[in-house]
């Protein structure tokens, strides 16, 4: 298959979230035409992500886009692992990480800083074009092109690109018309964050920026982003949404977690379904997978977008390769191999096993994991290797070793 990506096609990019828009500003920044469409009249001020690893902000330098994110967020260096009964605390500093990255920190913004910061950049360019309202409801293609259709306010419009971008998110419209497979589960509980400016660091001696609270009963994660603590807690199956969502049960929680007289201020509230799912194929053809939609995971650990702009970018790499007459197009399938293989080995049973770890009921086994985390938190020589795979360093640097 010959892929001209200088052609009259631009290669189109369907939702504009973290991971299309890192792809769309790679490409465009090196002279490729990209029409990114996106379903929303606006970009979505989605809440989702808010840790950013070590690697991520490493691959942003090349956009030049990292410092100026970074000024919109927290740098945290240090995180923590607790054991909410017994107050032990395991403290991760990320400066352990030595020379292993430029960024040995942890960043706490929201994900839609990025897009943000990436379509403002895309409006003053000639070769870049990102329209709102374009909701994407089905792909074709043939031996030349790809034919994308998506709604818009004046009707449905047939658009041609030389390839096209699955960013469109965990229900990928994409992913379904390619009868692509998404295979994994769902868990019975949903996740529910809540953010509040109450100062919760006054109820936890030593508390970090960013901390995974164990508990057999009532776990959570306590994550600081932009003046607010985000909690985030798993629910009971069997409680409606209402239920979850009422002023009485979040209080509830929030008490459990910090006795206060009074209410603690609320600014959001969302519940989440989680799933553990991956797709069986990041490409067929001219039809390209990325991010959440080719996988999903829980957000223990925070690796779903950051996995996601780790596709973006070896896409990107790969693609340059194929325009510098460098490789053939099958190298496409090698970003398959690498990207769809390391979210397996890794992101789904390490994220898996985070929350396996957070909420162990038997108290033997929660005693020991606990142990484990402090022990290694404090001995050097096994903090570096637990940061390098927690910070996703390994994974990337592993993902680039399958053929
Ligand atoms: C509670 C929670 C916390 C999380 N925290 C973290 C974290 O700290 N770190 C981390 O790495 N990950 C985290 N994640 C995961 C992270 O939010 C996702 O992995 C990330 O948003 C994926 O980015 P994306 O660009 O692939 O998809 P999305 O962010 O879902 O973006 C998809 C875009 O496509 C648009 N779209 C959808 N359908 C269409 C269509 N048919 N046509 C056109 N446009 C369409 C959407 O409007 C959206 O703009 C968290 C998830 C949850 C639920």
Redesign the pocket.
Known sequence: MSINLRGKDPVII???????CTLALYLAREGIPVLM????SEL?E?L????WHPPTLDMLDKLEITEELISTGLIVPNYQYRDRRTGEYADFKMADLGDATRHPYRLQTE?FRLTRIVCRILEGMDNAEVRFN????NVSQDADSVTVT?DTPEGSEDLRGSLVFA?????S?IRRKASIEFEGFTYPEK?L?ASTPYPLEDHFPGLAWVNYIADPDEWCVLLRCNNLWRV?FPTPPEYTNEQLLSDDYIQKRLHFLAEIEGDFEVKHRTL?NVHQRVAKNYRIGRILL????AHVNN?LG???????IHDAINLAEKLMMIDRGEAEDDILDLYDRQRRIICKDFVQSQSIANKKAIEAQDPEAHKKQQAKYMEAAADPELALPFLRCTSMIDSVRDSYEIQ
């Open positions: 369907a939702g504009a979230g973290p991971v299309g469409l996106e379903a929303e979505p989605d989702r992500a808010s840790t994900q374009h909701t994407v409801t998506a960013g469109d998110g965990a229900n419209a996740f964050v985030l989440y990325g991010g959440d939609a957000p925070g690796m779903g977008m950051n996995g996601g």
